[in-house]
C-alpha cells in the first residue's frame, strides 16, 4: 500500500459541489492511512475546463503505475478513462457527481465515503472497456428519449427549490410531451433492423439517469454489450413504463428487446442526442465496438 501512487484527479464543479467537499475526505482518510503506511502518498489536482480531467489523466499514467480516482460523475470518470487507456495504471471512481451511475454496478450500498475508503483499499481487477467512434465509454451509451431527457434536464437543475434528485423525472415528464419516436436502422453483428424507436441503450454496466437500472443483465466483464431496444412507448405509456424501469423490472415487457454482441452500429434520419457516460452529443450515426481493449479497475473491497 504505501509504494503505490495514489492520484486524484477532481472535478470541482461536479455536483454542485459535492466532489469539492470530497476532498476533505481524502485528506482526512489518508492521514489516517498514515499511521499504518508511514510512506503512503497521494496527490489531488483539481481540472480546469471540459477535457482538462483527460490531460492530467494522461500526463500521469505516462510518468508510472498510478492509481488514478476520478473524484465527479460519470462524465469525469470517462474523460479519465480516455486518458489513461493503454498504459498500466489503475482507474478508481470515487462519486462525487449529481449521477453517479457506474460506482452503481459494483457496490450494494450508496455511500460516497464508504466508497472512498473501500476504493483506496480495494483490489484491481480487468474490466471491459467498449469504444464509440474510436471514444472508450465504460457505462451506457443511448439515443432516443433517455437522451433528449438529459438534454433537457439541466434546467431543471437550475430549479432553486426542485433536489437535484428529482430533476431527471421533472425532465422526463417534460420530455414526454413533444417527443417523437426515432426511425433507426440497427445492425448488431451483422444483423439488420429497421424499426421505429424510443430508445436504445448500448450497455456495458446496468445503471443510467441517476439510478434507473435500465440494463439488469449487462456484465462489465462478459465481453458483449447489452443492446436495449424499446418501442411502442406512447406518452401514455411511458409513466407506466418509468417505474418498472427503475428498479430494473421492465426486461419482461412486450416493448423491449433485448440483442447482444460486439460490434453495434446505428443510423438515424435525423440528427439526435447520442448519451455517452452522461455527455451528450448530436449525430446522425453511431458505430459501437467492444473490442479486446480492458482497464484495469479498482474494485471496492466488500463488495459483491
Known amino acids: 500500500m504505501g509504494n503505490i501512487k495514489h492520484l486524484f484527479i477532481v472535478n470541482p464543479v461536479a455536483g454542485n459541489g459535492i466532489a469539492m467537499k470530497m476532498t476533505g475526505t481524502i485528506h482526512k482518510l489518508f492521514k489516517e492511512l498514515k499511521l499504518k503506511y508511514q510512506d503512503i502518498s497521494y496527490e489531488i489536482v483539481y481540472t480546469k475546463e471540459e477535457g482538462h480531467a483527460t490531460q492530467i489523466a494522461r500526463k500521469y499514467s505516462s510518468m508510472g503505475?498510478?492509481?488514478?480516482?476520478?473524484?465527479?460523475?460519470?462524465?469525469?470518470?470517462?474523460?479519465?478513462?480516455?486518458?489513461?487507456?493503454?498504459?498500466?495504471?489503475?482507474?478508481?471512481?470515487?462519486?462525487?457527481?449529481?449521477?453517479?451511475?457506474?460506482?452503481?454496478?459494483?457496490?450494494?450500498?450508496?455511500?460516497?465515503?464508504?466508497?472512498?475508503?473501500?476504493?483506496?483499499?480495494?483490489?484491481?481487477?480487468?474490466?471491459?472497456?467498449?469504444?464509440?467512434?474510436?471514444?472508450?465509454?465504460?457505462?451506457i451509451a443511448s439515443m432516443g428519449f433517455d437522451a433528449s431527457v438529459v438534454?433537457?434536464?439541466?434546467?431543471?437543475?437550475?430549479?432553486?427549490?426542485?433536489?437535484?434528485?428529482?430533476?431527471?423525472?421533472?425532465?422526463?415528464?417534460?420530455?414526454?410531451?413533444?417527443?417523437?419516436?426515432?426511425?433507426?436502422?440497427?445492425?448488431?453483428?451483422?444483423?439488420?433492423?429497421?424499426?421505429?424507436?424510443?430508445?436504445?441503450?448500448?450497455?456495458?454496466?446496468?445503471?443510467?439517469?441517476?439510478?434507473?437500472?435500465?440494463?439488469?443483465?449487462?456484465?462489465?466483464?462478459?465481453?458483449?454489450?447489452?443492446?436495449?431496444?424499446?418501442?411502442?412507448?406512447?406518452r401514455a405509456k411511458i409513466m407506466k413504463f418509468l417505474p418498472k424501469a427503475i428498479p430494473g423490472k421492465h426486461m419482461g415487457l412486450e416493448e423491449v428487446t433485448l440483442l447482444r454482441g460486439k460490434k453495434i452500429d446505428l443510423y438515424s434520419d435525423e440528427p439526435v442526442f447520442v448519451n455517452i457516460d452522461g455527455e451528450l452529443e448530436a449525430r446522425r450515426e453511431a458505430h459501437f465496438v467492444m473490442g479486446e481493449k480492458k482497464v484495469k479497475f479498482i474494485v471496492p473491497r466488500n463488495t459483491f
Open 151 to 234: 438534454n433537457n434536464v439541466e434546467k431543471w437543475k437550475n430549479m432553486k427549490y426542485l433536489p437535484n434528485k428529482f430533476a431527471y423525472l421533472a425532465s422526463v415528464v417534460d420530455t414526454a410531451k413533444d417527443f417523437q419516436n426515432l426511425s433507426l436502422k440497427i445492425v448488431v453483428d451483422g444483423k439488420e433492423i429497421l424499426t421505429e424507436a424510443f430508445m436504445v441503450a448500448i450497455a456495458n454496466a446496468k445503471y443510467y439517469g441517476g439510478g434507473i437500472k435500465i440494463a439488469p443483465e449487462a456484465d462489465y466483464k462478459d465481453g458483449l454489450l447489452d443492446v436495449l431496444l424499446v418501442r411502442d412507448i406512447t
Open 65 to 139: 503505475d498510478y492509481r488514478i480516482y476520478a473524484v465527479g460523475g460519470d462524465g469525469t470518470l470517462n474523460e479519465v478513462l480516455n486518458g489513461m487507456m493503454g498504459s498500466s495504471s489503475s482507474l478508481g471512481c470515487i462519486p462525487g457527481g449529481s449521477g453517479n451511475d457506474f460506482i452503481k454496478s459494483l457496490v450494494e450500498t450508496f455511500d460516497r465515503r464508504r466508497i472512498l475508503m473501500n476504493t483506496v483499499l480495494g483490489q484491481v481487477e480487468e474490466i471491459d472497456v467498449p469504444s464509440v467512434d474510436g471514444r472508450y465509454f465504460i457505462n
